[in-house]
């Protein structure tokens, strides 16, 4: 936004003795915006997408249950301070975990809940969780986590907005690092919570992109600084090699919100499973948080287990990425799978990076047939 555009959004916001106006509530019953917010981060206007509400865990709400978030509401009694970081928003890290849980395979239950125990213990702290093939039964393993119902925000409830779908994308947001408390922000030292929808790009399988703007400082009722909004997308695209593929319309279609939006990342399951594919992240203008930090060095994050030795080695792909715009890369990990028994619960040894278990121990299955990713972002110029 150019400095005279600022100038005549500052001067449009002032009455006629030169105050500024107060910020018109929202009146939507479902609304994301915030009670202060008069700019909200605009979704993409080129595709179609469907809003929904955030989620939170009222135990006093007279059902013990997950209920949709009205933000026009500030509730300071709900928000989690226990691990807050004092420091401004922009002197904060990021960190980012993306997840394709295996909506097919064995022992659903078992492995959902080793896999987010695995997550949640993860030292520092993640931020955001993606998670990608979520079934409603794995939803409901995950909502039902103690750890989860009292320090994060979710962006389902249940399935009634997957259109029908067995599984869905699902995001995570900790109350830690974002609020939807007006005077947390305004403190600068939390996010706010902002519209959460899914774009809905073309696909074979009925996927979307289930996308999440967060606000930093957007109470003010001054002019909004180019960096007020960070959009967050989490995506599944389509499988399998079939052509015409839908993958590169899909990253056109996320790359082009990231630049909406100005700043974000757009993180997931991008099954590149063509030659083309390999590509499409830089191609859209967006930087490959693996290839930025570790360059050539193998990220595979997904192994064919149908096949061993050598050939299951030559299957295994970098099929998980994060990409971003308008935000530093400080690190990025794969995390692998770890496996429970195929019998009594319990973990297992973690695979190899060659996707073999340690150790040698029989009847166990892993978590994931795909690995994790940890990405830590920080914002440019930041201080450490």
């Known amino acids: 936004m150019s400095v005279i555009s600022r100038l005549r959004k500052y001067l449009a916001s002032l009455d006629k003795k030169g105050q500024l106006r107060p910020c018109a509530a929202n009146t939507s019953s479902e609304s994301q915006l915030l009670p202060c917010q008069t700019t909200p981060c605009p979704p993409p206007p080129y595709v179609d997408w469907v809003q929904q509400p955030w989620h939170e865990f009222q135990p006093y709400s007279g059902g013990n249950q997950w209920t949709a978030l009205e933000t026009k509401y500030p509730s300071p009694a709900t928000e989690d301070s226990s691990s807050q970081d004092d420091r401004p928003v922009k002197n904060q890290k990021l960190r980012i975990v993306t997840w394709n849980v295996d909506a097919a395979g064995i022992r659903p239950r078992a492995r959902i809940a080793a896999l987010l125990a695995h997550i949640l213990s993860l030292s520092p702290p993640v931020d955001v969780i993606f998670l990608q093939e979520v079934s409603k039964l794995a939803l409901g393993v995950i909502l039902e986590n103690t750890r989860v119902r009292a320090s994060w925000f979710s962006t389902d409830r249940d399935g009634s907005r997957w259109s029908g779908q067995p599984f869905a994308n699902v995001t995570l947001l900790s109350r830690a690092r974002f609020c939807h408390n007006v005077d947390m922000v305004r403190r600068g030292r939390k996010m706010v919570l902002g519209r959460v929808y899914r774009i809905k790009y073309k696909s074979r399988y009925g996927r979307d992109a289930l996308c999440c703007d967060v606000h930093v400082d957007s109470c003010s009722c001054a002019p909004q600084t180019d960096d007020a909004c960070v959009r967050l997308i989490n995506v599944h695209l389509d499988s399998r090699a079939i052509q015409p593929s839908h993958r590169p319309a899909q990253v056109v279609t996320v790359a082009s919100a990231l630049r ?84 009594p619960m319990g973990w297992g040894p973690c695979l190899d990076e060659r996707g073999v278990v340690n150790g040698g121990r029989q009847s166990v299955t892993p978590l994931s047939d795909h690995s994790g990713l940890l990405c830590t972002l920080s914002w440019p110029g930041a201080a450490s």
């Open 260 to 343: 909406e939006a100005g700043r974000g990342v757009v993180a997931g399951d991008f099954n590149p499973v063509l030659p083309e594919d390999e590509t499409l992240v830089e191609d859209n203008g967006l930087v490959d948080a693996w290839t930025e930090k570790c360059g050539s060095m193998r990220g595979h994050t997904w192994r064919d287990t149908s096949a061993s030795g050598e050939e299951g080695r030559c299957a295994s792909r970098r099929m998980d990425k994060v990409a971003v715009t308008g935000l530093d890369v400080e690190a990025i990990e794969v995390l692998p799978p770890g496996v429970i028994s195929t019998h």
